[in-house]
């Protein structure tokens, strides 16, 4: 008799770790690398994802798309340019010689743009530039010092309008200017979702000096091709998505309104620090009543987190699930309960979906060991033996006690069958195609017809 509860009980604790240990599995399968089983059971309550902008929503394959120079062309640091600077192409200069170290697609989409021009050598160290003390901001930019022996000491800095332009040292008051702003062109930009990246600069040797701003650049970086299909079917799952970026808020709404989120939830210009406080207002929230992906609606939101840079790290590790972008910096990936190692938006629903099987086949493990048991405890505690005579045989109550771990076992490693579902572009959820062996065989005529090698020599994927 207490054997028998020994085993109900070993029956009904392995129903849970044994589901969330094959699901880990599966979802490992799919390039999904989940950090603990305890994510797995909490992704099925998500019910509000937040999207970081740049790298995440967008592909971080950006490419710089115009250059604006607000700088006189009759200023002191215009003369005496290195060897193939000019006017012309002094604000990518400065910008490339400041991102040179930088990690952030911005950066790297500068740099590619430079190296177009000056090869490999984009600082002109063989014009006597040097460059020192590279600091990146996150959430900001990067800044940097250019040492010439022509001009001496310039610090620069890349990136947002404010922190580009802030004062140099709070005590000493700069008299308002009458500078170029570019506020137009830089509008223009937004609207059509080019990123807005500001270049100053500023003389190290002066110190009542202000930062002059030298010009912007546009940069494009595309949305994903499957961002809107994702928010599609995160909506249709009931889902509320958000966009947070520290990127402005004319660029943001512009993403936003390509990938289907609405503008209400977008946040724009938040600092990293801020978006793990805007991550913690949402879990505050209580949510009017909404469809979830699990069987009870909580009062509370559960928030997942997408993201990719180290800007988005206090967000990541506030957040009940953190995703992270699997081609995004170490820091996330640290930071996050669950990487997306093909980077694939897509494999966000695809986690939602398999936390809910899973969590389905929990409830059904759960209810099959606890029916299973409390038909079989009287047989095994010889209740019917003083009307009946009958006696449960030790070899078949043995083999009993035994049936109900294995069945929960059999029924978990049943979740090794999950398919993914097929992400429609309306966001729709199908049936992934099963791979047959016809369209292997017309793969391999394909392939034949094509490469004009014989069959045996081609292999099919
Ligand atoms: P998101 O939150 O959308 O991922 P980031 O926090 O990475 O965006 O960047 C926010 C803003 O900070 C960018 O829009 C850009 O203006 C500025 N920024 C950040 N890093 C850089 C950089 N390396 N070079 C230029 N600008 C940068
Ligand atoms: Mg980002």
Same mark, same amino acid.
């Given at each position: 008799?207490?054997?028998? $509860?020994?085993?109900?009980?070993?029956? /009904?604790? &392995? +129903?849970?770790?044994? *589901?969330?240990? =094959?699901?880990? !599995?599966?979802?490992?399968?799919?390039?999904?690398?989940?950090?603990?089983?305890?994510?797995?059971?909490k992704m099925q309550s998500v019910n509000t994802v937040v999207f970081?902008?740049?790298?995440?929503?967008?592909?971080?394959?950006?490419?710089?798309?115009?250059?604006?120079?607000?700088?006189?062309?009759?200023?002191?640091?215009?003369?005496?340019?290195?060897?193939?600077?000019?006017?012309?192409?002094?604000?990518?200069?400065?910008?490339?010689?400041?991102?040179?170290?930088?990690?952030?697609?911005?950066?790297?989409?500068?740099?590619?743009?430079?190296?177009?021009?000056?090869?490999?050598?984009?600082?002109?160290?063989?014009?006597?530039?040097?460059?020192?003390?590279?600091?990146?901001?996150? $959430?900001?930019?990067?800044?940097?010092? /250019?040492? &010439? +022996?022509?001009?001496? *000491?310039?610090? =620069?800095?890349? !990136?947002?309008?404010?922190?580009?332009?802030?004062?140099?040292?709070?005590?000493?008051?700069?008299?308002?200017?009458?500078?170029?702003?570019?506020?137009?062109?830089?509008?223009?930009?937004?609207?059509?979702?080019?990123?807005?990246?500001?270049?100053?600069?500023?003389?190290?040797?002066?110190?009542?000096?202000?930062?002059?701003?030298?010009?912007?650049?546009?940069?494009?970086?595309?949305?994903?091709?499957?961002?809107?299909?994702?928010v599609?079917?995160l909506q249709q799952m009931g889902i509320d998505v958000w966009m947070c970026?520290?990127?402005?808020?004319?660029?943001?709404?512009?993403?936003?309104?390509?990938?289907?989120i609405r503008?209400e939830n977008v946040i724009?210009?938040?600092?990293?620090?801020?978006?793990?406080?805007m991550v913690s207002e949402l879990q505050q929230e209580v949510l009017m009543p909404c469809r979830t992906l699990c069987f009870w609606k909580p009062a509370q939101r559960t928030v997942a987190m997408?993201?990719?840079?180290?800007?988005?790290?206090?967000?990541?590790?506030k957040s009940d699930v953190?995703?992270?972008?699997?081609?995004?910096?170490?820091?996330?990936?640290?930071?996050?309960?669950?990487?997306?190692?093909?980077?694939?938006?897509?494999?966000?629903?695809?986690?939602l979906?398999?936390s809910s099987?899973?969590?389905?086949?929990?409830?059904?493990?759960?209810?099959?060991?606890?029916?299973?048991?409390?038909?079989?405890?009287?047989?095994?505690?010889?209740?019917?033996?003083?009307?009946?005579?009958?006696?449960?045989?030790?070899?078949?109550?043995?083999?009993?006690?035994?049936?109900?771990?294995?069945?929960?076992?059999?029924?978990?490693?049943?979740?090794?069958?999950?398919?993914?579902?097929?992400?429609?572009?309306?966001?729709?959820?199908?049936?992934?195609?099963?791979?047959?062996?016809?369209?292997?065989?017309?793969?391999?005529?394909?392939?034949?017809?094509?490469?004009?090698?014989?069959?045996?020599?081609?292999?099919?994927?």
């Open positions: 008799m207490y054997t028998f $509860g020994f085993y109900t009980l070993l029956g /009904l604790t &392995s +129903a849970t770790p044994c *589901a969330v240990l =094959v699901g880990t !599995g599966v979802a490992a399968g799919y390039g999904l690398l989940i950090k603990g089983g305890d994510v797995l059971e970081d902008k740049t790298g995440t929503i967008t592909s971080g394959d950006a490419k710089l798309s115009s250059i604006e120079t607000l700088l006189a062309t009759d200023h002191a640091v215009m003369q005496n340019l290195p060897n193939e600077v000019n006017a012309n192409n002094f604000v990518l200069w400065l910008a490339c010689v400041a991102e040179l170290n930088s990690e952030h697609p911005i950066g790297q989409a500068i740099v590619d743009a430079g190296k177009a021009i000056w090869g490999d050598d984009i600082p002109r160290s063989k014009h006597g530039v040097s460059l020192e003390k590279f600091n990146a901001v996150p $959430g900001n930019g990067v800044e940097c010092v /250019l040492q &010439s +022996a022509v001009w001496g *000491a310039y610090g =620069v800095r890349v !990136g947002k309008r404010e922190w580009a332009k802030a004062a140099l040292r709070e005590d000493v008051v700069v008299a308002p200017d009458d500078d170029a702003t570019g506020d137009e062109e830089v509008e223009a930009m937004r609207r059509r979702g080019a990123i807005a990246v500001y270049v100053s600069f500023w003389n190290c040797r002066v110190p009542s000096q202000k930062r002059i701003v030298a010009g912007v650049l546009g940069v494009n970086d595309p949305v994903k091709p499957e961002a809107l299909s994702t599609r079917a970026t520290g990127d402005s808020s004319m660029t943001a709404l512009a993403v936003a309104d390509k990938v289907g503008p724009a210009g938040v600092s990293p620090s801020g978006k793990g406080e997408v993201a990719d840079g180290v800007n988005d790290a206090v967000a990541l590790a953190g995703f992270a972008i699997g081609a995004g910096t170490e820091v996330a990936v640290e930071a996050a309960d669950v990487v997306l190692v093909k980077s694939n938006l897509q494999d966000v629903v695809v986690a979906h398999l099987v899973v969590f389905r086949r929990i409830l059904l493990n759960l209810c099959c060991a606890m029916a299973y048991n409390v038909c079989a405890l009287p047989f095994a505690a010889g209740l019917f033996t003083p009307f009946t005579d009958f006696r449960l045989p030790p070899a078949a109550a043995g083999f009993m006690m035994a049936i109900s771990s294995v069945s929960v076992v059999t029924s978990s490693l049943l979740l090794r069958t999950y398919r993914k579902p097929d992400i429609c572009e309306d966001g729709k959820l199908g049936r992934m195609p099963a791979k047959s062996s016809s369209t292997s065989h017309q793969n391999l005529i394909r392939s034949q017809k094509y490469s004009g090698l014989p069959s045996s020599e081609i292999e099919i994927v």
